[in-house]
Nanobody
Framework: QVQLAESGGGLVQAGGSLRLSCAAS????????MGWYRQAPGKQRELVAH???????NYSDSVKGRFTVSRDNAKNTVWLQMNSLKTEDTAVYYC?????????WGQGTQVTVSS
């Protein structure tokens, strides 16, 4: 059984920073892409950023220049460093990973940015 464990969400003022982490555990043979999605109230879940095992990175236009995604393949962990946070970044952030050719999602962590 594979699990994704997220941490690092919370409440922060606009302009502040947070760092999310997501660690995969279980019977892992291969991990392709690891990344982050978010879902704000009343909106669809959207891609924030992801990184492949080869290091290819893709960001949503709304977070480019403010967020940085990184991973440690040896630790099966992905991070999302979020700087210059805006109120519109408020959402539940979900870790997503393709492990053993299957898609897995974390339970979600709340990020709230106050004005």
């Amino acid at each position: 059984q594979v699990q994704l464990a997220e941490s690092g969400g919370g409440l922060v003022q606009a302009g502040g920073s947070l760092r999310l982490s997501c660690a995969a555990s279980g019977s892992i043979f291969s991990i392709n892409v690891m990344g982050w999605y978010r879902q704000a109230p009343g909106k669809q879940r959207e891609l924030v950023a992801h990184i492949t095992s080869e290091g290819y990175i893709n960001y949503s236009d709304s977070v480019k220049g403010r967020f940085t995604v990184s991973r440690d393949n040896a630790k099966n962990t992905v991070w999302l460093q979020m700087n210059s946070l805006k109120t519109e970044d408020t959402a539940v952030y979900y870790c997503r990973s393709v492990i053993n050719v299957r898609e897995y999602w974390g339970q979600g962590t709340q990020v709230t940015v106050s004005s």
